[in-house]
């Protein structure tokens, strides 16, 4: 058992709280605004002054290689993302660094300026670094897995189709003053309740129990203003390996998707084998007939108002009937590996997404976000087909 029992707490300025435990360690919270100017100048400053003997930071390793290798997209394998079933949260963390861009238009300062300043100081002062975010890919297919299904094309509007108008508005400055992140907070929290305890939440634990296990004499930990209250409630706590590990994996599926998605190829192949063995071929001959056109048209239609590539709209139409017999390859994953394949997206594509310039009109244009679509719509018709096979594979039994 550690001893993390409080001392004293002190907000020696805004957003910046010293904290001292019992055994006289000490802790510099700074909560930053990401896109702030003054934020980052603020956390630069502070680590010169104080001296530490060591720096968290809100970064797990994935978006600090991210940080420090900007703008290098010939290191991303999208091929490798979409056979992973990862291009959903891939175009997500691209669009969500898009949102930061336009805010940061609003201050001149790049998003995550303070994590790349503190970086660099500790590097140039040689002072270690810790990264204690938890993964960016687990807290996104966390929020994904937890969410209901009702809340997730809530989540999915919002993520994609935002209103730009709601960034003019917007006092940056603002995000830094408590009261108005944690209202910001309660309104997320009144829309998507689980979404808000994934994202918000379960990271100030996370982020807690990371500070605890590296601290030292004296320690600075840099994170989002957002964090600083929920950071504060647990870090007298002693945080346990398990708690920790309780929400640092995704969750399985349900197991009641899982059996709808392997009945169906199951009962499929039961009309086949009852067709064939007693001698009523017609049927089985219907049915299979009705099952790929089904697929095949609705797939051609979703990659049609994707704008694909005729060679993926044929792909979608041959795959879309053998793919939806098999739930671990579905016909989106078919046919955004070909489109991928026959328009390779260029760098300026992953450019242009990763800033606040490509409208949604424009993802049509962009060979990289025109793969998302692909994958999209074309699983979307897919999926309708099954729905609407199925009833003909009732009325054979009538």
């Not at 204690?132 to 919002?158: C, E, Q």
């Amino acid at each position: 058992m550690h001893n993390f029992q409080i001392k004293s707490i002190e907000e020696t300025e805004q957003n910046i709280h010293k904290i001292i435990f019992e055994n006289e360690k000490q802790l510099y919270l700074i909560g930053t605004a990401h896109v702030s100017k003054n934020s980052a100048e603020l956390v630069e400053s502070k680590i010169l002054e104080i001296k530490p003997d060591i720096v968290c930071i809100e970064l797990d390793e994935q978006r600090f290689n991210s940080i420090k290798n900007r703008n290098k997209y010939e290191n991303i394998d999208i091929f490798k993302i979409i056979k992973n079933k990862q291009l959903f949260f891939f175009i997500g963390q691209f669009i969500m660094a898009s949102f930061q861009k336009k805010i940061s238009e609003k201050t001149g300062s790049r998003p995550g300026e303070e994590f790349i300043r503190a970086i660099n100081v500790s590097e140039t002062k040689g002072i270690p670094l810790a990264l204690i975010d938890r993964n960016i890919g687990t807290t996104l297919k966390r929020a994904w897995r937890l969410t209901p299904l009702k809340h997730k094309f809530r989540f999915m509007g919002s993520l994609f189709f935002s209103d730009n108008e709601e960034f003019d508005n917007l006092d940056i400055e603002q995000l830094k003053k408590s009261d108005a992140i944690e209202t910001l907070v309660n309104s997320f929290a009144e829309e998507l309740p689980e979404t808000k305890k994934v994202l918000i939440d379960e990271r100030d634990l996370y982020l807690a129990y990371g500070i605890q296990q590296n601290l030292s004499n004296v320690t600075v930990a840099v994170v989002g203003a957002g964090h600083v209250p929920g950071i504060l409630k647990y870090l007298s706590e002693d945080i346990s390996d398990a708690e920790k590990q309780n929400i640092d994996f995704i969750p399985e599926r349900s197991k009641t998707g899982s059996i709808i998605k392997w009945s169906i190829p199951a009962i499929i192949l039961i009309v086949f084998i009852w067709g064939f063995y007693s001698g009523n071929k017609d049927v089985a001959k219907d049915f299979a007939l009705i099952w790929i056109f089904a697929h095949g048209l609705l797939t051609v239609l979703g990659c049609i108002i994707s704008l694909a590539h005729p060679l993926t709209i044929l792909t979608g139409f041959i795959a879309s009937p053998i793919t939806s017999l098999n739930p671990t390859i579905g016909a989106g994953l078919v046919t955004a590996l070909v489109q991928a394949i026959i328009v390779k997206p260029r760098i300026k594509d992953f450019e242009q997404l990763n800033n606040s310039s490509l409208k949604f009109r424009q993802w049509w244009e962009n060979r990289l976000t025109k793969i998302f679509l692909v994958f999209l719509f074309s699983s979307i018709g897919s999926s309708i087909g099954t729905f609407i096979a199925l009833p003909a594979l009732i009325s054979f039994f009538k």
